[in-house]
């Protein structure tokens, strides 16, 4: 039988986002099971997702267990300033890359969006501890918490995580055994990629 989550494949634009480098849909089939896990582990929507210019676009999405009404999200784009996915994988490209993203301003989506600044000392942050954390700063009560996807030659070619209520998200902080669980799904997607290490620092 086959499940929901494999009835679909990517549409021709998502597979031009010119990543030479990877099959998107290998990312994809790849994050399947983990993504399942995920959501399963910590009962919330699972995201996986990779950077194409200033957004990040989501290549597979898995329903909050138990919750009957929920909008698929595959191809929807989201800017990287503002959300864990995003962050998880701009904090490992290189330089210039941060330069790209904010060569122009960042619109602030919510009272919570970061400014360049402080983006630059989250994605340090990031660097520091495998996992990016998104709280109210693209959605007003929606929170997310990612951790990044690495290949066979060390890139930082998507990441996966969780979405949620704040609430559920960051109770107080991340909510007990999500950066666990998140990030030992972006390892294992890492791994089926041929990752050498994870995360990959150069």
């Known amino acids: 039988m086959v499940s929901p989550s ?12 010119g990543y030479s480098y990877l099959d998107l849909n290998e990312l994809r089939s790849r994050s399947i099971p983990y993504a399942d896990r995920l959501a399963a582990r910590t009962g919330e929507a699972v995201r996986a997702a990779v ?10 999405h898995v329903f909050r ?3 009957s009404f929920q ?7 989201l800017p990287v300033y503002a959300t864990s996915f995003g962050k998880a994988i701009l904090a490992f490209q290189p330089p210039p890359a941060f330069e790209d993203v904010t060569a ?3 619109p602030k989506l919510t009272k919570r969006t970061l400014s360049r600044a402080a983006l630059k000392r989250e994605l340090d942050t990031v660097r520091a501890q495998g996992v990016a954390t998104e709280r109210d700063e693209a959605v ?12 066979h030659a060390g890139h930082a070619v998507g990441a996966i995580g969780v979405v949620g209520d704040t609430e559920r998200v960051f109770p107080r902080g991340p909510a007990k055994g999500a950066i666990a669980a998140v990030t030992e799904a972006a390892r294992g997607v890492s791994r089926e ?3 050498p290490r994870w995360p990959y620092v150069a």
């Open 51 to 60: 950077m194409h210019g200033g957004s990040v676009v989501i290549l597979h």
């Open 6 to 17: 494999e009835k679909y494949q990517l549409g021709p634009g998502l597979l031009q986002l």
């Open 104 to 106: 122009d301003s960042l």
């Open 193 to 195: 990629l041929g990752a």
């Open 65 to 67: 267990p138990g919750t």
């Open 140 to 151: 007003l009560g929606e929170s997310s918490l990612a951790a990044p996807i690495f290949d």
């Open 71 to 77: 909008i698929p999200e595959v191809g929807l784009q």
